[in-house]
């Protein structure tokens, strides 16, 4: 059986701070993991999956994450949040036979 | 590019009424999926379809059936609807793996959503 949990609920951060989104998983398998963004009214668009090869994956808008086996954790970070940020970002993993969904964690971004 | 779209985008029923929610895609994917999100809950999957032809089910697929009609479109009916179906709808699909995991690398595109009320 594999799990994810996403440790906040709820992060708010000032534009131009940075971001950190926690997750840690669980994976009888070698997993692979995705970040995934959902902007109000809107479906879920992918920012970045890690695979198997280099242990940082870069995603689009400036985010990344690190895959850190020893620690079994996925953590999405941004050096400077920008108000279009907002939103709420989901951690999945999938051992290859089933997908699981983190319970999202809300971004608020503060002017 | 349209990507994954999904009608209708809002809709209120009745305790007992039925009602289809269509999906189509047009990046010609093998797999497509039906996720309900809760509040809190993430996302769970209804029923998927691995290729054309296939449908299996998810973890929640109780009170709901699906048709993969060809390989664009995957509808989910709700034959009696309940209250405790009231969520927002999401419809994926995603390329399918050469090494036959459902789900291994690839990840998926998603609809809009359809937000369903049920009173």
């Given amino acids: 059986a594999q799990s994810v949990t996403q440790l906040d609920s709820h992060v708010s951060v000032s534009e131009g701070t940075p971001v950190l989104l926690r997750c840690n998983y669980s994976s009888s398998y070698s997993p692979s993991l995705f970040w995934y963004v959902q902007h109000p009214n809107k479906g879920l668009q992918l920012l970045l999956k890690y695979t198997s090869a280099a242990t940082l994956v870069k995603g689009i808008n400036g985010f990344e994450a690190e895959f850190k086996k020893s620690e079994t954790s996925f953590h999405l970070t941004k050096p400077s949040a920008h108000m279009s940020d907002a939103a709420e970002y989901f951690c999945v993993v999938s051992d290859g036979r089933q997908l699981t969904f983190g319970s999202g964690t809300q971004l608020t971004v503060l002017p | ?119």
């Fill in chain 2, 1 to 119: 590019n349209a990507g994954v779209t999904q009608t209708p985008k809002f809709q209120v029923l009745k305790t007992g009424q039925s009602m289809t929610l269509q999906c189509a895609q047009d990046m010609n994917h093998n797999s497509m999926y039906w996720y309900r999100q809760d509040p809190g809950m993430g996302l769970r999957l209804i029923y998927y379809s691995a290729s054309e032809g296939t449908t299996d089910k998810g973890e929640v697929p109780n009170g709901y059936n699906v048709s993969r009609l060809n390989k664009r479109e995957f509808s989910l009916r709700l034959e009696s609807a309940a209250p405790s179906q009231t969520s927002v709808y999401f419809c994926a699909s995603s390329v399918k793996t050469v090494l036959g995991g459902l789900y291994s690398n690839q990840p998926q595109h998603f609809g809009d959503g359809t937000r369903l009320s049920i009173l």
